[in-house]
């Protein structure tokens, strides 16, 4: 069973940039397509951005868009959130998630139930 462990968050201002980054341990990455979501106070959990297990394919919410890239480092064991031009309504718990069954390809990546294993998240602010 892989676990994950989410870094990289923190306060910025509007318009500045972050770096998330997700830790795999206890599996090897590159059997998992990979997820980022996030929860604002008061609101559900919503998709972020995925990535396939090779890297080959990404997914993104429309809102981010350009300014979001999800990225993998398989020999690192690690998967990445370049987040740049950050608004205050992308502030969020921020949390990775992997995909053992291959249930990205199925069209149902932005589902929390496409994946099997969650992190415990880092908190990204944006302040105005």
């Known amino acids: 069973q892989v676990q994950l462990v989410e870094s990289g968050g923190g306060l910025v201002q509007a318009g500045g940039s972050l770096r998330l980054s997700c830790a795999a341990s206890g599996g090897t990455l590159s059997n998992y397509n990979m997820g980022w979501f996030r929860q604002a106070p008061g609101k559900e959990r919503e998709f972020v951005a995925a990535v396939s297990w090779s890297g080959g394919r990404t997914w993104y919410l429309d809102s981010v868009k350009g300014r979001f890239t999800i990225s993998r480092d398989n020999a690192k064991n690690t998967v990445y959130l370049q987040m740049n031009s950050l608004r205050p309504e992308d502030t969020a718990v921020y949390y990775c998630?992997?995909?053992?069954?291959?249930?990205?390809?199925?069209?149902?990546?932005?589902?929390?139930?496409?994946?099997?294993?969650w992190g415990q998240g880092t908190q990204v602010t944006a302040s105005a």
């Open positions: 998630a992997a995909d053992q069954r291959g249930d990205l390809f199925s069209g149902i990546y932005y589902k929390e139930g496409a994946y099997d294993y």
